[in-house]
């Protein structure tokens, strides 16, 4: 099956900071979702992007399907963009969405 | 807008008991996904139906089964609970030809 790379693992910034999180994947897909897992454990959805660039505030997306990764990008960072970021594609193949090991991110004031 | 709606939010069982899992998907949606999370892991596929039909298993223990009812809800039953079960339990819907989930805000079963 299809194979989610996320990196980095784990990330630590000051507050104010910029970050850019990546989303690897192997094959080929209908569509690439980013989420935030906040501490309460619930998956917000950030981006439906299967391709190209999307802006929402402060945080942005590009998805590149041809070379089959994925940038999400968080700009002056504040302490409530804290937790897990997920991305979840949907292969061309498949069906059910595969997550991403996640990207563990803590912003320190 | 609505949303997909699970219930119940939070969850306490005992070992061996049963526990059943409802979501409630976006109107007009009609493929519902369930997905298991354990601590400090990536949320894993479990089984989703559409048009109240199976289309998709994944690692589903045999304990556990689900259905999808002709209103579209969906309904996960876990049978002989084990400890290993505590996780939070996401149901995510689709409209017909959509390619976007929507996710619930999840069941955090604890079973102890």
């Known amino acids: 099956g299809i194979q989610v790379e996320q990196s980095p693992p784990d990330l630590i910034l000051q507050e104010g900071a910029n970050s850019t999180l990546r989303c690897n994947f192997s094959?080929?897909?209908?569509?690439l979702q980013w989420f935030h897992q906040n501490p309460w454990g619930q998956l917000i959805n950030l981006f439906y992007i299967p391709s190209g660039t999307k802006q929402n505030g402060r945080l942005s997306a590009t998805t590149v399907a041809t070379e089959r990764y994925s940038l999400l990008y968080i700009s002056s960072s504040q302490t409530t963009d804290s937790g897990v970021y997920f991305c979840a594609v949907f292969p061309n193949y498949g069906q059910n969405f595969v997550f991403g090991p996640g990207t563990r991110l803590s912003v320190l004031p | 807008a609505a949303g997909v709606i699970q219930s119940p939010r939070h969850l306490i069982k005992e070992k061996r008991e049963t526990a059943t899992l409802k979501c409630y998907p976006i109107?007009?949606?009609?493929?519902v996904y369930w997905y298991q999370q354990g601590p400090g892991q990536d949320p894993q596929f479990l089984i989703s139906f559409y048009e109240k039909m199976q289309s998709d298993k994944g690692s589903i223990p045999d304990r556990f089964s689900a259905q999808q009812f002709s209103d579209y809800h969906s309904e996960l039953n876990m049978s002989s609970l084990e400890l290993g079960d505590s996780a939070l339990y996401f149901c995510?819907?689709?409209?017909?030809?959509?390619?976007?989930?929507?996710f619930g805000q999840g069941t955090r079963l604890t079973v102890v």
């Open positions: 109107p007009r949606h009609d493929t």
């Open positions: 094959d080929s897909v209908n569509n």
């Open positions: 995510a819907s689709m409209s017909r030809g959509g390619t976007e989930a929507f």
